[in-house]
């Protein structure tokens, strides 16, 4: 049965977008912040029934970051502020451009396609959705400055030498080609070495291997502050992705002085704080939270087991000594009724022990991130885009992510959109790999032999520790299947290049050497510094790794702006789908309401249930002045709904007379307010 809100596959390789979707391909031109600006306000004027500017607040720089409202207002129609609504942000890290021209994508996608396309006009009928296409707008500029640098900084002056002078030793384009790169100059103390493959790619020498360096490397510029140090004291400022609450760095200058110290990063909290209605976030930056399940560190919150202190181990009837998971604990503290009647869950009992932040997905939410996941790579890998899986980065500390995820509490994706891509490694035909693994048995894997087993383990980057010898054993033990390797084997970073091996970027600079001929990579050429005497000036060009070629950006835009409109299709709901009444004799009457979440996504996350910011749905029994509320209570809660059409029920019996009406009420903040009117008969 096909899910709710899914796109057949099909559609969502779209290369170009038809006069029908409305969407306009991309032109090749990235836009600056002002041509963003203008043209959300064109979309606004343009399409006034469904699209308004809504403001977010200001870059410290002084540049207004907004966001574009986009939802039907019908007369009679639930205010577009209070539907359920999901919130679509770009270019937190200000480099990230193609991010930014794919939000515009939706926008546009979604204004022209309202009216004309089922899907489109249904979706915004029913729920909102907000789009922030630049979100670090004083970063953005060292794109369209010269000379050219890649910026994640905003426009916050910061004394980074601590000499009371700021933002006085930044980069200096020496060679004059408008971009600002690398010098390498010799010197007996430096670490720094020509590849012996790739002479143009340096790499720290290593001492082990008899290696030594030849080299320091410098960003390109002067020393202008005369402290014998280059380039330590650059414009700008705190780094937008790492100023928000969760698992902040503190002590760290890019981070900011404290958490959501910056205009930005505050007043994208307290827009999602003002918009409580915002039940899934969607996000175009450098992290790919889709592919890369990693998230900010260690998990404390998630651990398995963990010890009861010793005077509630003792009322539990536990030992004070040993280790119980959260289940157990929680099986003893219901039986042992100190909740009075409310029921204990594995999250009051995480808090209670102080267990400290959750720091990677919540076990009940990962069935739903799971099947995102599994979509979004069958997308990828019939559009043939050439995506590197591995490369994928997951979430940083403090980052705008895992903030929305652990502490707003809604379901987050965030997608990189391109990456270098990566050339074919040849094969032999009878080479064990992670696809083929899915297809065996565990007989036929245990047949393969330990030799055949540990080539695979190495080729996929397993650590040393989780060696052929261990995997057999859990294979023949049934701890783990073929399948459930595969997929394992399949999140496992790419390890390190080694003794000779190619170098980590060598793959880089050829897709550069072809793609971008004598732009990709700026080729060491002498030049004569004023202070350190002979140097080299090269490198990769800005912004290289992050924005594609024109044709590669289309495609992977096009591809994108549907995976996402195919999500917001899929934004939980609450309907009251049938009522009972059943009367039980002397006007007396049983009333019974059940409720169903329409949507794919469930009504609210694992996690905002324990951060306690997903609300629980309450259902209020309105009665009249000659009613009477005999058993059940005038406001019942349920804690959520599952997809995909999960229902729950909520009985009273209340008493009145014939033919008089009862209103019963359910919502909460992020999915509005439904309502039915029951008569007495």
């Known amino acids: 049965m096909k899910r709710r809100g899914q796109v057949p596959v099909g559609l969502m390789m779209l290369a170009t977008f038809s006069v029908v979707t409305g969407a306009a391909s991309f032109s090749g031109k990235y836009r600056s912040p002002d041509e963003v600006a203008a043209a959300l306000r064109s979309l606004a004027s343009a399409h006034p029934q469904i699209a308004k500017i809504v403001p977010i607040g200001k870059s410290y720089g002084g540049v207004e970051i907004v966001a574009l409202r986009i939802a039907a207002q019908k007369k009679g129609g639930a205010d577009p502020d209070l539907r359920t609504a999901a919130f679509i942000g770009a270019n937190i890290e200000g480099l990230h451009l193609i991010g930014t021209e794919a939000a515009l994508a939706i926008s546009e996608k979604l204004v022209n396609s309202y009216g004309k396309d089922k899907d489109v006009t249904e979706l915004l009928d029913t729920r909102t959705v907000y789009i922030a296409p630049l979100l670090n707008p004083d970063a953005t500029r060292g794109y369209f400055s010269r000379p050219q640098q890649e910026r994640r900084s905003n426009a916050r002056p910061v004394d980074d030498d601590l000499d009371m002078r700021v933002d006085e030793d930044g980069p200096d384009d020496l060679n004059q080609d408008g971009m600002i790169t690398q010098m390498r100059v010799k010197d007996p103390e430096g670490k720094w070495l020509p590849d012996p493959k790739e002479p143009r790619l340096m790499k720290i020498a290593d001492p082990q291997k008899g290696e030594k360096g030849l080299y320091k490397i410098y960003t390109e510029g002067l020393d202008n502050d005369g402290d014998g140090e280059y380039n330590e004291d650059p414009e700008g400022g705190v780094e937008l992705n790492r100023n928000f609450p969760h698992d902040y760095e503190y002590g760290l200058k890019a981070a900011g ?32 939270t889709v592919l890369n399940l990693q998230q900010t560190g260690q998990a404390k919150a998630a651990a398995d087991r963990a010890k009861v202190p010793r005077m509630m181990a003792t009322f539990l009837g536990l030992e004070p000594d040993q280790e119980y998971t959260l289940k157990e604990i929680v099986d003893a503290a219901n039986a042992s009724g100190m909740g009075g009647g409310m029921e204990i869950t594995e999250d009051m009992v995480a808090m209670f022990l102080g267990m400290g932040p ?24 019939e559009a043939k885009l050439g995506y590197p899986e591995k490369r994928a980065k997951g979430v940083g500390k403090g980052s705008f992510n895992a903030y929305c995820y652990f502490q707003y509490g809604v379901p987050v994706f965030s997608f990189d959109l391109w990456a270098v891509p990566e050339p074919a490694k040849e094969q032999a035909k009878d080479a064990l790999t992670a696809e083929k693994l899915k297809t065996m048995s565990s007989e036929e894997f245990l047949a393969l032999g330990e030799d055949k087993i540990a080539a695979l383990l190495k080729e996929q980057g397993a650590p040393p520790n989780f060696n052929a010898e261990m995997l057999i054993k859990m294979v023949k033990s049934g701890q783990v299947d073929p399948q459930k390797m595969a997929e394992m084997m399949e999140k496992m970073p ?106 794919w996504f469930p009504t609210s996350t694992a996690q905002g249930r324990r951060a306690r910011t997903a609300w629980p749905i309450t259902v209020r029994l309105k009665l009249g002045s000659e009613q009477t509320l005999f058993s059940g209570r005038p406001v019942e809660s349920i804690p959520y709904l599952e997809g995909s059409g999960e229902t729950k029920k909520v009985e009273w019996t209340v008493k009145g007379k014939k033919g008089t009406s009862v209103v019963i009420i359910a919502g909460t903040p992020r999915l509005g307010t439904t309502s039915a009117t029951v008569v007495l008969e």
């Open 358 to 381: 959750a720091v990677q997905i919540d076990k009940q939410d990962m069935p739903v991130i799971e099947a995102v996941q599994k979509e979004y790579k069958d997308v990828l890998k």
């Open 494 to 599: 790419r390890p390190p290049a080694g003794d000779g091996e190619e170098h980590p970027d060598a793959y880089v600079l050829k897709w550069a050497d072809v793609a971008l001929p004598k732009k990709g990579f700026v080729n060491w050429t002498p030049f004569r510094h004023p202070t350190l005497g002979d140097v080299e000036i090269g490198g990769f060009a800005p912004y290289l790794r992050i924005i594609p070629p024109p044709d590669e950006a289309e495609k992977t835009i096009a591809l994108h702006t549907d995976f996402v409109v195919s999500l917001l299709q899929k934004l939980p709901g609450l309907e009251i789908r049938k009522t009972e009444v059943r009367p039980l004799g002397s006007d007396v009457y049983q009333l019974t309401a059940y409720l169903t979440n329409p949507g």
């Open 257 to 288: 002085l404290y958490p959501v110290s910056e205009p930005e990063a505050i007043a994208l909290v307290e827009f999602l704080d003002r918009h409580r209605n915002i039940a899934l976030v969607l996000n175009f930056s450098t992290e790919n």
